[in-house]
């Protein structure tokens, strides 16, 4: 907090500092896909840009932690994490009111979160509780940031909730988070009773209701939670819906079993450590991008990942229809969704999702109609925005460069 003399907020350094930072801000460099750079001369000058900035003035802590995670994106993660631990301290000095820090310090954590970067989060939540020891909803994040990481003791996370709901006994999320925490540390019966409870205090609880279920649902197939993430569809209760004509409690069951593979990949490539946390988004989210056009192109409502049968015979389609829905594309852009793909569906049959057999039939098709498509990517654009051509004209033109006429067939 503030202490003695001006408050940096209000010196003119900081105001134009601040405006300074703005325009900065207004230059996207983050990578649409993943959690990198987007390459070029804009990032290399908006990191030098940054140093400037904070050389003007040291205490504008939106810029440490900017730079800081421009620094984890682009690979460089002792520097990012200096700077968000930087931007901290400086942050802990200029805001003055307790709500503001709140406020601004959860800002910079979902940002965090979103990279993955759960350590670091929880050693900001660690620098906060020092600062405001009362704070009961800081403990209740810092048990969900130690259960993140595979170098932390699941028992000092359910420590920290303890402590939250010391200071809060009556908040039903802490206590259907509680339950979370011994349900990842395998203790059913404190799990459900705590999902009970806070049901409770609050029946409308929805993560508590849903926990419940995945409760009962582990301990009766003596499951972990990976293992959970991984159970087969049922594909019973999935025809039952559709035959019940709830298309879309079908399509939203689909929709959870997918979101399960998902997670399951990333908490497996965050405990094992197989991956670095900017590598894994640089998987998931090109494959998320990709997906969710598949599913707005399926008629049928059953759309399951490993249903890669599916996928593979109708690839070149899905990819056609990504392609022809934006204005612009780069190759780099079908190369990732390549990557994010044969990454993905490695781990899917390494768990015995889909089979060897189904897995090479599925790279051999992606990689050749990627390969196809990324040499006609330069075209395709020129053709798009060739409006010297008429309308009939581009898409004819884009129609004998795809072999469109093939691939209304397959529609």
């Not at 969900?144 to 999320?173: F, G, H, T």
């Not at 959870?256 to 990949?265: G, P, Q, S, V, W």
């Not at 079908?334 to 889909?354: C, G, H, Q, T, V």
């Amino acid at each position: 907090m503030a202490k003695h003399g001006t408050n940096p907020k209000k010196t003119p350094e900081w105001r134009e500092a601040e405006n300074w930072f703005k325009q900065l801000h207004a230059s996207p460099v983050f990578s649409f896909f993943g959690g990198g750079i987007m390459p070029g001369p804009d990032s290399e000058a908006l990191d030098g840009e940054l140093a400037k900035l904070l050389t003007f003035c040291p205490d504008y802590f939106p810029a440490w932690f900017y730079r800081g995670e421009y620094m984890l994106r682009a690979g460089k993660a002792a520097e990012g994490e200096q700077y968000i631990k930087s931007g901290f301290d400086h942050m802990a000095v200029v805001l003055e009111k307790e709500e503001e820090f709140e406020r601004v310090l959860y800002q910079q954590v979902e940002n965090l979160e979103k990279l993955l970067r759960y350590d670091l989060t929880a050693a900001l939540m660690e620098k906060a509780i020092r600062l405001f020891p009362d704070t009961a909803c800081y403990y209740d994040d810092l048990a969900y940031y130690i259960l993140q990481l595979p170098d932390r003791d699941k028992s000092e996370a359910l420590r920290r909730q303890e402590k939250a709901l010391d200071l809060d006994p009556d908040n039903d999320c802490f206590i259907n988070n509680t339950g979370w925490i011994h349900l990842m540390m395998g203790n059913f019966h404190e799990a459900e009773q705590s999902f009970n409870k806070a049901l409770d205090f609050n029946v409308d609880n929805p993560g508590a209701l849903k926990n419940l279920d995945t409760a009962e649902y582990m301990r009766a197939h003596k499951l972990y939670y990976l293992e959970y993430l991984l159970r087969p569809a049922d594909m019973k209760e999935i025809r039952n819906l559709r035959e019940n004509v709830d298309f879309e409690g079908a399509t939203e069951l689909c929709r959870e079993y997918n979101t399960d593979r998902e997670d399951a990949f990333q908490t497996h490539a965050l405990q094992n450590k197989t991956m670095h946390p900017h590598d894994i988004l640089n998987v998931l989210q090109p494959f998320r991008f990709f997906m969710k056009d598949v599913e707005k192109t399926m008629v049928d409502d059953i759309f399951l990942y490993e249903n890669i049968d599916l996928l593979c015979d109708n690839f070149k389609l899905f990819l056609y229809r990504f392609i022809r829905t934006r204005e612009f594309i780069e190759e780099q852009m079908l190369l990732e969704i390549n990557r994010s793909l044969a990454i993905f569906y490695d781990f899917l049959r390494d768990k015995n999702l889909i089979t060897t057999d189904q897995h090479k039939r599925f790279n051999d098709r992606i990689n050749s109609t990627i390969g196809e498509f990324s040499r006609k990517i330069e075209d395709y654009n020129r053709l798009r925005h060739d409006f010297n051509l008429q309308e009939a004209e581009r898409e004819k033109g884009i129609e004998e460069l795809f072999g469109s006429h093939y691939l209304k067939e397959m529609e």
